[in-house]
């Protein structure tokens, strides 16, 4: 594609006549002559490109997103509010060399010299080189980050990829710091991957999947023997280990677009034709009818976060956390057009049953347990209690002793016959953040995570599930993973990037001390350990046996704590706050309850 080309679709309002997002073709007129070494974009840049021999001596000749961007009027004239917005967000969390107020931009032109950076820790310092170090560049322009950068690992396998989810805290992180570019292109440019062509077994998946990662590759050009490009390569689960799908990718990628936009104050990217059918796209993928009778998104195992075989397929809690908190945002940044009306009225409907069915059903406390144990079965009515036709029995012992006095928390999943009684952290935290959860029910998640602090935290943060499935179970629900043992990966795992969801949801609740307590513990061997990406053990003892060292995403998370915690008023631009409509609609829903039907009749 020459100059021309790419200008046109990165242009604000080019996509209408590209439509859908996946006709928009991402070739890159990149070229590069043998021993050539010119044309390094910036010292930055050139620490990244040296590390991988296959990017060296790349000169590129497309011009970066931003920059074409502000060929039109309008949409790329947002630099100078952005910067007045973020300031009052970020206060004083900045990034030397780069200022978040003044009369300057952000890219590079005149700025007021920044305000005085903090003394950091000698942890931070290093973990803020490693995030810069795990930086990947498309054209000159970073636009992600991989998922580990350990220099020592001769098989990365696709550790070397930039992953959707992975990226959510490096992006919020280079967000509190004031660097917004990295974000902006990783926002424009997966959105441009958004359901490519691509197939498995002759089956392509739905308009709107986002992939589950990408990775940048360098390919000769035909006709050219001294010649290359750069292309993004995504993976929408087709090389994927179980070639699962990602269904949280779509939802993160929202949720990190309204981030952008509070924290930048650039609205400009959210308010672009491509960026808003994309979205819609999404949406109208999330909230396609199907054969379910719930509100909540039906998913295969390994769907998201936990990308093996864990039992979770069907409606686990952290896609339904995703999933409720993508819908508010949506709603947020969602233009008020003719087209949309009909989407925004599903996207409010979805919102009351789903917080409505997840409040009242997933919820486990003492007195929600007692209720359980009592439960009458085969109930053939409207007006049944027991709706799922729950045994009693599925009650596991542990549980019985576990759940404390003063406490609660939404289980892992619910279907027919079945609750899974299992902790999940992030469901549970995003549950907090999204505001899926009620203010008692967030108070009493965080006094569990108190009450059971040696189960969940121990020596590192934080358990992915509680408790881990051993023996026959583990056999059974996983085939016998290996990976996947008793205590490790994602069996009751320790991941030290679940950190920084727990921040929000404590800075949320007024409970920043919680998460402080979780950040020291963390400190004290993360960076000596090399940044793991997971630990073994009930007690997080040992780093994983299988665990990649120098894990961008558990660098990200403690990052993103560290600087919550000094400036707790950024975190809003994670959180959902309570929706009065929605409350409105719940509370007449109880106080109506179901119209007595006078007479019935079976055909």
């Not at 027991?386 to 609660?408: A, C, M, R, S, T």
């Amino acid at each position: 594609m020459g100059i021309a080309e790419v200008a046109l679709h990165t242009m604000p309002g080019a996509f209408a006549a590209h439509s859908p997002a996946s006709n928009l073709p991402l070739r890159a007129d990149v070229r590069r002559r043998k021993r050539s070494t010119a044309s390094v974009p910036n010292a930055r840049a050139l620490k990244a490109l040296l590390k991988i021999p296959a990017l060296r001596s790349l000169q590129c000749q497309c011009q970066r997103i931003d920059d074409l961007a502000r060929v039109t009027e309008g949409n790329g004239t947002w630099v100078k509010d952005a910067a007045s917005n973020a300031s009052q967000v970020l206060g004083d969390v900045s990034v030397p060399g780069q200022a978040v107020g003044g009369e300057g931009g952000l890219n590079g032109s005149a700025v007021k010299p920044p305000a005085q950076r903090r003394k950091s820790s000698s942890v931070e310092e290093e973990a803020w080189e490693l995030l810069q170090e795990s930086m990947v560049y498309y054209c000159g322009s970073p636009v992600g980050t991989i998922a580990a950068n350990d220099p020592n690992d001769s098989d990365p396998m696709n550790y070397d990829q930039v992953f959707i989810r992975d990226f959510i805290p490096s992006g919020i992180a280079f967000l509190l710091k004031g660097e917004y570019e990295i974000v902006r292109n990783f926002i424009l440019h997966t959105l441009q991957l958004q359901s490519w062509e691509k197939t498995m077994d002759c089956h392509s998946p739905g308009q709107g999947l986002m992939p589950a990662s990408f990775k940048v590759r360098i390919i000769p050009l035909d006709g050219d023997e001294d010649a290359t490009e750069e292309v993004l390569d995504p993976d929408f689960g087709e090389a994927a280990i179980g070639r699962v799908a990602p269904v949280d990718s779509g939802l993160w990628w929202i949720i990190l677009l309204r981030a952008y936009g509070k924290c930048s104050g650039d609205l400009s990217v959210q308010e672009r034709i491509d960026v808003q059918t994309g979205m819609k796209m999404i949406l109208r993928l999330c909230l396609a009818d199907g054969f379910d009778m719930f509100p909540t998104l039906l998913v295969t195992d390994g769907s998201c976060m936990i990308d093996r075989r864990m039992g979770i397929h069907g409606h686990p809690l952290e896609i339904q956390a995703l999933f409720y908190s993508a819908l508010l945002c949506a709603r947020e940044m969602l233009t008020q057009e003719d087209g949309s009306a009909d989407l925004i009225r599903a996207l409010n409907n979805r919102l009351i049953a789903l917080s409505f069915h997840i409040r009242e059903y997933y919820w486990v406390d003492m007195k929600k347990l007692n209720e359980i144990y009592r439960y009458k079965t085969e109930e053939y009515s409207y007006d049944a209690v027991n709706k799922f036709n729950i045994y009693p029995d599925q009650i596991p012992p542990w549980l019985v002793e576990w759940v404390p006095p003063k406490g609660g928390y939404f289980i892992g999943n619910l279907q027919p016959a079945h609750m899974d009684f299992r902790f999940f952290s992030l469901g549970n935290f995003w549950s907090i953040v999204s505001s899926l959860a009620t203010a008692h029910q967030s108070h009493a998640i965080l006094d569990l995570v108190e009450s059971k602090w040696s189960d969940l935290v121990a020596e590192m943060p934080l358990k992915i599930c509680y408790p881990a499935l051993e023996n026959q179970e583990w056999k059974i629900i996983t085939g016998s993973d290996p990976k996947n043992t008793p205590w490790s990966y994602h069996n009751g795992g320790s991941w030290p990037t679940l950190l920084w969801q727990l921040t929000v949801a404590c800075i949320k609740m007024n409970r920043p001390e919680i998460a402080a307590k979780a950040v020291e513990v963390a400190e004290s061997r993360i960076a000596t350990d090399k940044w793991p990406e997971y630990y073994d053990t009930k007690r997080a003892r040992l780093i994983g046996k299988q665990s990649r060292l120098y894990q961008t995403w558990s660098i990200a998370g403690y990052l993103v704590a560290k600087l919550l915690l000094e400036k707790p008023d950024a975190a809003r631009i994670l959180w959902n706050d309570e929706d009065a409509e929605i409350l409105n609609a719940l509370s007449t829903n109880r106080k109506r309850g179901r119209k007595v039907l006078k007479k019935t009749y079976i055909v």
